[in-house]
């Protein structure tokens, strides 16, 4: 069964600064994976997403991420972080052949951002 | 084009009720998945419904069903309410052969359990 690990529930960075989230993934097959971003009482936003095109993906408002299949890891990165990044964070999975459809995601990071 | 719908946005029932959950899912999207998102917590996966049928299941006990309607729309049902019920339950829609390359999340509605 496939897993997915947010490594730190709170990550706290100041304005400008860079913003690393960190994830890693379990399974046996190729995953397809995601990062999504949910503001308070609101419901999730997908961010980016890995689907074996490329290793390094961008996504929406300025933030990428990378696949590394040597090390299980996509961590999410922003060059300079913006007050409204602040947000939960949850990095999910999909392995796909029988499980088509299903995601598995992580416990979330909540992200501070501070002036 | 309106994306996936859920309604109610909030609800408050007593243990023992029985609840109902609506998702209209994005014009286009034929396939309808339910998560459980508990306070602190990620989503968990409840259930995926495509062609009127329940495709694929999480650990879930019986008490949760749902259905699809011919318009893709979904319900979630949960009976015997316990105050470990309480979430925010997520819709999530996506064409059958896209699903898993993209979900598209609704806003969910917070199930309050008293």
Known sequence: AQSVTQLGSHVSV?????????CNYSSSVPPYLFWYVQYPNQGLQLLLKYTSAATLVKGINGFEAE?????????LT???AHMSDAAEYFCAGNAGGTSYGKLTFGQGTILTVHP | DAGVTQSPTHL???????????CSPKSGHDTVSWYQQALGQGPQFIFQYYEEEERQRGNFPDRFSGHQFPNYSSELNVNALL???SALYLC???????GKYEQYFGPGTRLTVT
Not at chain 1, 67 to 75: A, G
Not at chain 2, 92 to 98: I, K, L, N, T
């Open chain 1, 67 to 75: 696949f590394k299949k040597s090390e299980t890891s996509f961590h």
């Open chain 1, 14 to 22: 100041s304005e400008g600064a860079l913003v690393l989230l960190r």
């Open chain 2, 83 to 85: 105050l470990g019920d």
């Open chain 2, 12 to 22: 408050i029932k007593t243990r023992g009720q029985q609840v109902t959950l609506r």
């Open chain 2, 92 to 98: 999530a829609s996506s064409p059958w052969d896209r």
């Open chain 1, 78 to 80: 922003k060059p300079s």
